[in-house]
């Protein structure tokens, strides 16, 4: 009775959910130091003192400025993703069964879901994350204040669900394998 109750979209979505957020949540400092390094081309260090100058500027916290809308879009992301790959996988296993080799279904799987996250939730999440830690970084020329939650809907305000979904286009050819 209970297996008939079950949703085949829920254990996927539930699994994208946790994975998501603790991915978000642990690679995110990375994101701020790759960010950081890419948006200012005056810094010329490495990795490590990028890490040591962020922290005693903005405190350990400061790593993180920017992760509460990530934690909203990035398990989002991987529900999506976790779900369209496997409900893909299944139809192409259904009907092309086994004509066509294991790799090909789940590479084509792979790219629908790749597709389906990127053009919901990816590439925004992107704009925003890279506006939080470049306004952050730009001390008193800020062009944002307050929280995450606030500064996203700033932007969206100042450029529009559109602006803040620019990326979209030059986001999916580079992301293809995020599966």
Same mark, same amino acid.
């Not at 690679?27 to 130091?33: A, H, I, R, T």
């Not at 005693?56 to 809308?69: Q, W």
């Not at 296993?93 to 792979?110: H, K, N, T, W, Y």
């Given at each position: 009775?209970?297996?008939?109750?079950?949703?085949?979209?829920?254990?996927?979505?539930?699994?994208?959910?946790?994975?998501?957020?603790?991915?978000?949540?642990?690679?995110?400092?990375?994101?701020?130091?790759?960010?950081?390094?890419?948006?200012?081309?005056? /810094?010329?260090?490495?990795?490590?003192?990028?890490?040591? !100058?962020?922290?005693?500027?903005?405190?350990?916290?400061?790593?993180?400025?920017?992760?509460?809308?990530?934690?909203?879009?990035?398990?989002?992301?991987?529900?999506?993703?976790?779900?369209?790959?496997?409900?893909?996988?299944?139809?192409?296993?259904?009907?092309?069964?086994?004509?066509?080799?294991?790799?090909?279904?789940?590479?084509?799987?792979?790219?629908?879901?790749?597709?389906?996250?990127?053009?919901?939730?990816?590439?925004?999440?992107?704009?925003?994350?890279?506006?939080?830690?470049?306004? !952050?970084?730009?001390?008193?020329?800020?062009?944002?204040?307050?929280?995450?939650?606030?500064?996203?809907?700033?932007?969206?305000?100042?450029?529009? /669900?559109?602006?803040?979904?620019?990326?979209? /286009?030059?986001?999916?050819?580079?992301?293809?394998?995020?599966?």
């Amino acid at each position: 009775m209970a297996s008939e109750l079950r949703s085949p979209w829920l254990t996927p979505v539930l699994s994208g959910v946790v994975a998501g957020a603790c991915e978000t949540t642990l690679n995110y400092p990375l994101d701020v130091v790759k960010t950081l390094r890419q948006t200012n081309p005056s /810094i010329n260090a490495s990795a490590f003192s990028v890490v040591s !100058q962020r922290v005693a500027e903005h405190g350990a916290l400061g790593m993180y400025r920017g992760l509460s809308p990530m934690l909203f879009f990035f398990p989002a992301a991987a529900a999506i993703r976790f779900s369209v790959y496997g409900n893909a996988r299944s139809a192409l296993d259904e009907q092309l069964g086994s004509s066509v080799g294991d790799a090909p279904r789940s590479i084509l799987a792979a790219m629908a879901a790749s597709l389906a996250v990127n053009v919901s939730v990816g590439a925004p999440a992107e704009t925003i994350m890279v506006t939080l830690v470049t306004d !952050q970084a730009a001390g008193a020329q800020r062009r944002f204040h307050g929280g995450a939650a606030a500064t996203s809907l700033a932007l969206v305000r100042e450029t529009g /669900i559109r602006g803040a979904s620019s990326k979209t /286009i030059v986001s999916l050819p580079r992301k293809p394998w995020r599966c």
